[in-house]
């Protein structure tokens, strides 16, 4: 059964005017799932008590138990965030490691995610070092190796993203995590693009602490991501923010054991920061049956579909391909160099006046423009942006 794609986007309520190749930023929220989530926002607006005091706790408790089927680890240690910021701010700080020694980073991780490193290592007495991710490996092999050949007896913690944000590289995550667990390092793993994108199983990783945004590729509201507690690290964190949910109301009660509030003592202690909009995390459920309905195989072969036909027609116009085309390394996003002498607010400023959303990436070493093909992309879409670009990197002063 093939599916109809175009009426499936008639179901995300994309702006007609907009060329939209940014999923990889944020996702649009499809219309069941936005009215899955203003319910909620409803119901809260009309009786706030008795919605956070009778409604949230077995709603709450079926968000969780269903995300983290769908994720596949357990509900007793899948925490809620609002993002992965979020998650990685709990982690570097309230997170306490052996100094003296480092934290060791790839070179190709979010900007502000290693400002958060950057932050706890100050704190900590710890120091950063990055180790350089191969530009375009044929195999994953080849990120084990660098990965491992950087790890020192100094080394508390290793932190790397599952999906590389920039250029859409998707590491071999299982196999370095236990690269590092051999060796007594702590791994946390930034999978922001990875839930929906690749067939993700967060336990079978085997990281120590696994993040995602459920935003990105997933589609639910802005608002939701997750942390993933592995296990044995139960206890190693505290909470950014102290709120109720500090002290269990009940020590003799197993801190795995459901709550009243749709938590586990565990879950809520580093979950609960006082009172705050929840639609966001119990709308994930609708958002995995969404995509579910149209079917998992058929989204993820049509986004190697239009990861193969971006591939082909920005390659055609000249521009270097910066993420492998090897099966198994790259998802849905796809990332090419652009030529020297670019000034990227220029390119831009001209790209929006086109009407074209997508991300201009710029590096220490090089610029980046890259490419998001989800369900809703269409080839019509990809086309606009090849059709402009010459003139508009001509206009942003390329190859002067
Ligand atoms: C790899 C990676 N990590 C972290 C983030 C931060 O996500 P958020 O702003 O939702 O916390 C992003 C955002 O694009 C990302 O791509």
Known sequence: MTT???AARKLVPLDPSVCM???????????????????????????????FGRQLPPLLWDARVRTAAFLGTAPERLIFTTNVSCAINLIASGLRLNGPGELLLSDHEYGAMEWCWERAAQRQGLTIRTFALPRQPRDPAEMIEAATRAMTARTRLLFFSHVISSTGLVLPAQEICAEARRRGI????DGAHAPAMLPLNVDAVRADFYTANLHKWLLAPIGAGFLAIGNGNEDRLQPLQVSWGYHPDD????????????STWRTRFLEFDGTRDVCPWLAVPS?????????????????????????????????????????GMHGSLTAFELPSGVNGVKLRSELWKRRIEIPIIERRDRMLIRVSGHFYTTEAEIMQLVDVLPEVLKLSGAGS
């Not at 499809?30 to 409803?42: G, Q, S, Y």
């Not at 958002?287 to 920005?314: N, P, V």
Request: aromatic share 8%.
């Open 4 to 6: 109809d794609w175009t």
């Open 21 to 51: 190749l940014n999923t990889g930023s944020y996702g649009p929220t499809p219309t069941p799932v936005f009215e899955c989530a203003n319910e909620l926002r409803r119901r809260l607006a009309a009786g706030p008590t008795d919605f």
């Open 186 to 189: 702590l791994t946390v793993v």
């Open 251 to 262: 020590a003799t009660v197993h801190p795995d054991a459901r709550d009243g509030y749709g």
């Open 287 to 327: 958002a995995i049956d969404f995509q579910t309905q149209l079917g998992w195989a058929a989204i993820r072969g049509r986004m190697a579909e239009l990861a193969a036909f971006s591939r082909a027609k920005l390659q055609a116009l000249g521009l270097k391909l910066a993420t492998p085309d090897v099966p």
